[in-house]
């Protein structure tokens, strides 16, 4: 992703110092804008990480939606592959005998989710799978330190969490003695704005997707 390159050398950094996972979360300045659609842009990747999305998103006839949608938060191939691990699936026939769109729709949403319009507290929002796959979505303040010679200085960034509900949002009056905990999953990228109108943010590679039938 482009404006994952552009902060590479801070990236770099980063992952000798942490030795961090294998996905990137990008603290710097970058052009969020593309000329490209939702879609396009996408498909285009330089590093084809999103082929097997793609294939998804074509399967169940949501090119349209995807460009439409005012916030999407996009998973990557990295992701499907634990899914089909996860459940047993030897081949996409099966993810695609096995699920529904709603594995892309739980990830779109009407209005436009950025870090202006987020709290550090989940807020709840309605996708387009509805009902089956209650989400909302929170804003976390990270840091890294860089080393210099005879100093040291930290900088600090914000990134975006989706939030799968399950069962009440954690925290909630009266919740039951066994509700689950939710599931909160991190962007590596936040804030891509396309040309179709989309605010498009890139889930971390180790995304737990939610397999609705």
């Not at 793609?54 to 592959?81: P, Q």
């Not at 040291?152 to 009056?173: E, H, P, R």
Request: hydrophobic share 35%; net charge negative; aromatic share 10%.
């Amino acid at each position: 992703m482009k404006s994952l390159y552009i902060t590479c050398s801070i990236c770099i950094l980063l992952a000798c110092a942490c030795k961090k996972e294998s996905y990137l979360t990008d603290g710097g300045l970058h052009n969020a804008n593309t000329s490209l659609s939702t879609y396009d842009y996408l498909a285009q990747h330089a590093a084809h990480y999103f082929d097997t999305t793609i294939l998804l998103i074509d399967h169940f006839g949501l090119k349209d939606s995807v460009n439409k949608a005012g916030t999407f938060f996009a998973f990557t191939d990295y992701a499907i592959n634990l899914l089909m691990a996860k459940e047993g699936y030897a081949s996409l026939g099966d993810l695609y005998n096995n699920t529904s769109s709603k594995i892309i729709t739980q990830y779109l949403f009407t209005d436009s989710i950025s870090l202006y319009n987020t709290t550090g507290s989940v807020q709840l929002e309605n996708n387009w799978a509805g009902a089956p796959a209650p989400c909302g979505v929170k804003k976390l303040q990270g840091a890294y330190t860089v080393n210099l010679t005879n100093s040291s200085a930290t900088y600090t960034f914000y990134y975006l969490q989706y939030v799968k509900i399950n069962g009440v949002l954690d925290g909630s009056a009266n919740a039951p003695g066994d509700d689950p905990a939710d599931l909160a999953i991190s962007c590596q990228t936040t804030g891509i704005r396309t040309a179709t109108g989309t605010t498009l943010h890139v889930l971390v590679n180790n995304a737990s997707i939610n397999n609705i039938q």
